[in-house]
């Protein structure tokens, strides 16, 4: 099946034009930086940085991390065509993706106790030291899928 994939008109677009992989690799990088951005800076405020911002103002901001995420997933498959066999048996590769999904469940799951926290408080949101342990791992998968993705293209 991969080797199908790799193929494929599109595949080979993207590996043997000039513009098409720096170009989506690119808005790869765009993409990382919003959903990335959003979910550490989320996950260090509820771990107890910057006091000064209230976290119930992350929750609309999940929305646009989505859109970062959905950025990634799209440029992301696009990269993984052109070279989808060497992708699918690279360690740092496969690590990724597994950060990736992580992170992504724990960002749901920190949304729906954040939305509760944030209902149940009076003055200012107090966050559980339950969701601060999810935020820590959070933060660590979303490093780990940096770190990840960076060794791709080396290991
Ligand atoms: C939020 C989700 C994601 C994050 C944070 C992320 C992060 C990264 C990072 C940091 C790199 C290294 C970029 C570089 O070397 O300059 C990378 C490369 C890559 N990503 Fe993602 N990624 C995400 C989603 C995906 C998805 C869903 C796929 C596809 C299945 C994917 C496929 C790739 C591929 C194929 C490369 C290798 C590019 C290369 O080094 O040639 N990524 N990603």
Not at 17 to 29: D, E, G, N, Q, V
Not at 35 to 50: A, C, E, K
Not at 127 to 148: H, M, Q
Request: aromatic share 10%; glycine share 10%; proline share 3%.
């Amino acid at each position: 099946m991969f080797e199908w994939l790799e193929s494929t008109s599109v595949a080979i677009w993207v590996g043997e034009s000039l513009w098409a992989y720096p170009s989506l690799l690119s808005l790869h990088i765009v993409g990382l930086a919003v959903v990335v951005g959003i979910f550490s800076m989320r996950d260090m405020r509820l771990l107890g940085l910057f006091p000064g911002i209230e976290p119930a103002a992350f929750l609309p901001l999940s929305k646009l991390a989505v859109i970062g995420f959905i950025i990634n997933a799209i440029s992301g498959m696009l990269l993984f065509t052109s070279q989808a066999v060497t992708f699918v048996n690279s360690t740092p590769f496969l690590s990724k993706i597994s950060c990736v999904i992580a992170g992504m469940v724990l960002a749901g799951i920190i949304q729906s106790r954040l939305r509760g926290e944030v209902a149940i408080s009076k003055a200012g949101t107090t966050v559980s030291g339950s969701t601060k342990l999810i935020a820590l791992a959070s933060l660590a998968t979303w490093v780990g899928a940096i770190v990840a993705g960076r060794l791709i293209a080396y290991i």
